[in-house]
Nanobody
Framework: QVQLVESGGGLVQAGGSLRLSCAASGRTFSRYDMGWFRQAPGKEREFVAGNRWSGESTYYADSVKGRFTISRDNAKNTVYLQMNSLKPEDTAVYYC????????????WGQGTQVTVSS
């Protein structure tokens, strides 16, 4: 079992930045690929960014490429999402998720943190 707790959300003006953190506890963090997802009101949850257990491979949705950066610190059991040049359409609840390195689906989810970008 892995427990995930997100933090760092808030209200920011368009063009601003936020850094989200996701602290993990439970199983060995380095055995999990990590991802960030988001869900805006009235929309389905969508993938934002992910990285492999080693942190060497990263993946991004086209909508955030060049603006968001995912990183992780396995020593601190934490994954981060640096969000720059924020847009109103980035407004959503952001979730982090964990997937066993041998798995294909994200098994564990945090409770989410609200990000609101004002125009």
């Amino acid at each position: 079992q892995v427990q995930l707790v997100e933090s760092g959300g808030g209200l920011v003006q368009a063009g601003g930045s936020l850094r989200l953190s996701c602290a993990a506890s439970g199983r060995t963090f380095s055995r999990y690929d990590m991802g960030w997802f988001r869900q805006a009101p009235g929309k389905e949850r969508e993938f934002v960014a992910g990285n492999r257990w080693s942190g060497e491979s990263t993946y991004y949705a086209d909508s955030v490429k060049g603006r968001f950066t995912i990183s992780r610190d396995n020593a601190k059991n934490t994954v981060y999402l640096q969000m720059n040049s924020l847009k109103p359409e980035d407004t959503a609840v952001y979730y982090c998720a964990a997937r066993n390195v041998l798995g294909t689906t994200y098994e564990y989810w945090g409770q989410g943190t609200q990000v609101t970008v004002s125009s």
